[in-house]
């Protein structure tokens, strides 16, 4: 991460709530929760919480990826909507750019991933101590030496997408750990929580949420 930290000052555009249920889109550059120290205190949730005091954490979006997150207003929410994402019941939906022309149509990562130490945050791959990892993803459209990506998650590790694509030969355009040469040269990491599908954790109606993709 950048040692620099300058989050966007915009209003956090709300796409759903209820009595039980937050639904925002988070911008790209800004925290989901807060870092350490002060300067690092800005973040999603304490800007919610202004609106939202009984807000609570259900899951997080890194700093440079934009999109959907979901928060609960309740105690109860937040378990059930924890279970949930625990028990890979909750379906996630991202649009991203990569660099380079992705040749297959569609196809499945399942490589798995744990920190690399000396050089934390980043992730990488490795088959001997890693943790389970799978992404199937779709290819949308080639546009100037880019290509348009859908990716669904089947688990949610730390940097997972990123870290994915890099290994498919294609990493996410403007990512500022993983991509580099005229790949970073991008004025934001290319990055999109796009939809959300789960149960509502009250209602138990199967739900379906979207933010749609900036770019």
Known sequence: MSSEYNPPTDPIPVIYHDDDILLVDKPEGLL?????????????????????????????LDRDTSGIMIFALTKLAQRKLGRAFET????KRYIARVWGEVASPKGTIDLPLIVDWPNRPLQH?????GKPAVTDWERMEVVDGTTRMKLMPRTGRSHQLRVHMLALGHPILGDPFYADGPALAFPRMMLHAEGLKLEHPITGKMERFEAPCPY
């Open 32 to 60: 989901s929760v807060p870092g350490r120290g002060e300067h690092l205190a800005d973040c999603l949730l304490s800007r919610l919480q202004d609106m939202f005091p009984e807000v609570l954490l259900c899951h997080r």
């Open 88 to 91: 890979k019941r909750v379906k």
């Open 125 to 129: 791959v490795n088959h001997e101590t």
